[in-house]
Structures are given as C-alpha cells and as structure tokens.
C-alpha cells in the first residue's frame, strides 16, 4: 500500500485532524484502530446506504479485501481499497469521500437510490489505475451531448434519450456505459449506451453497475 500512496503523491490522513466538514459515518469507520473491526464497520456502512443496489460487489468486498486506507490530496480525503481479486491479482480502487459541495447541481437532479450513494458513501468509486472503469465522481461525470457518436448515424439509431440531458455515471473501460436521462428519472429508466454497438434501454441503474463493476474487478 506504500508504494500506491506515494506513486499517486496521496498522504495519510491522522484521524484527530481532520477538518469539519468530513463526513461524521466515515469517521466512525477509521477511529477504530483494528483492521478487522475497522473492516466490519466499513462494511456495515456500505450495506446501510447500498446493501441492495450493491449486493454483488459488497460480496466480493468482504471476501477478497485486503487492506483500506483513508488519504488525502490537494484537500480531498479518499478511501484506497486494496483487493484481491478471484485470479490472486491485486487491484486497488478509489473511493472519494462525499463533498458537501456537491449538493448542488447534479446531485440533486438524481434519483434517491443513486444520490444517497454519492451522499453518504463514495463520490465515485473507481480503478485506481484506470480511472475510466467504475463509479464516476460527480466532476467527472460527463454528457452524452459533449461527444460526437458516430454508431447513431451508422446504425441510424432512433433514440428514446435526449443526450443533451443524459450522463455517463458508471464505465465498464471498454465503451460501455451507464446512463442516466435526467428527464426520465423512473427506478429502471438507464440506458446502457455503448460506443459501437445499440443501446439498450429502461434497465435499473444499481443492476448493471453491480454486475458490470464485479466483472471489471475480477478481470
């Protein structure tokens, strides 16, 4: 794990100093000093806010983790996960701590079930070394409308979503996507837009996500 921190110019962070806004659930998780008991209660926190949503890849957290530690940079805390995954190779991901500044804008135009992820949990959760595979921060996530999809013109596609007013929230690394319409905010309204092959629509956000970010974790 040294070597992760000091590769990506991250600190350690000494949890009696930490500045006010640091979110108080998290806290609780790094004041306890055993690693097993401070696994359980991290654990705990994930299967509170996303035990459902996120049933496959708290699985996979609570048989192949490691090691978790909480660090900062540049004034933003982080949890680095260190894993193990099912071909015993190591893997590392980034979970950022929720910003407060963050309940404005996005944030609030989301669905319940996908805020509370990124309110109370992690702003994002994602590959270390590839950081376009998982859970995206809110400043990173991005609108369909931004880029030029040449596969609608290819394939003539007549889409059911204004790319003006969806977002990418999750990438699996590969062209595939998890997206939102923030116009169509129903429980199954994602889409699972690709960059070369036809979407597919009206599927529940947390399903994909779960599935595709244990299948990223183990490959």
């Not at 097993?36 to 983790?65: A, H, P, Y």
Request: charged share 30%; net charge negative.
């Amino acid at each position: 794990m040294d070597s992760i921190i000091l590769n990506n110019k991250y600190s350690r962070c000494d949890i009696s100093n930490l500045n006010k806004q640091f979110p108080i659930n998290w806290k609780k998780v790094f004041e306890e000093d055993d690693l097993n008991k401070r696994k359980e209660k991290m654990l705990d926190l994930w299967k509170e806010i996303c035990g459902t949503e996120l049933s496959l890849v708290i699985s996979f957290l609570q048989q192949n983790l490691l090691d978790f530690e909480l660090v900062e940079k540049e004034g933003k805390y982080s949890v680095i996960y260190k894993l193990k995954n099912d071909k015993n190779e190591i893997l590392y991901y980034q979970g950022m701590l929720p910003d407060v500044k963050n309940d404005e804008g996005l944030l609030q135009k989301l669905p319940q079930n996908i805020s509370k992820f990124y309110k109370y949990l992690h702003n994002g959760f994602f590959d270390l070394d590839y950081d376009d595979i998982g859970i995206m921060p809110l400043e990173n996530v991005e609108c369909l409308d931004e880029y030029e999809w040449g596969i609608i013109e290819d394939m003539k596609l007549d889409l059911r979503i204004d790319l003006s007013t969806s977002y990418s929230f999750f990438s699996n690394g590969s062209g595939g996507y998890v997206v939102i319409d923030l116009n169509n905010k129903c429980d199954n309204n994602a889409t699972i837009w690709f960059a070369k092959k036809a979407p597919i629509y009206a599927k529940k956000f947390w399903d994909f996500v779960d599935e595709w970010l244990l299948i990223c974790m183990n490959n």
